[in-house]
């Protein structure tokens, strides 16, 4: 906390008017804190030039073997999802004989129950 107080006290760009009153003014740069605004555009044209331009433009490039890889890719890609859209199609279409089988099941039921109990000398196993 002592060190923080201490970095904050010699680096802000506040300075105390007076010691008896606890208010403070701004002061423009104060000795080892943050260089001029000015400074900075000055020197933002030459930092911008003296780097490569060309820094990692050849990891760009795109190579004839990773496009091949891609193509290969792209269509395992699209056979599987085809094959997926006809596993999805077949599971709807049994899904929906199993429904029907069973309405068809319950229908019946309802059919043998309903006719056994309109008559009473049959005697249906369900």
Known sequence: MYSTLSFLSRKADFKQVNPDIPITQAIPCPEGTQLPRETFTQQGPKNATDKPESNGTQDLDEDEEDSEEFERLQAD????????????LEAETLHNEVKTALRQILDHRVTLLSSSSSSPCKNVNV
Do not use: I, M
């Open 77 to 88: 890609v699209q056979a599987a999802q085809d094959e997926y859209d006809r596993a999805l």
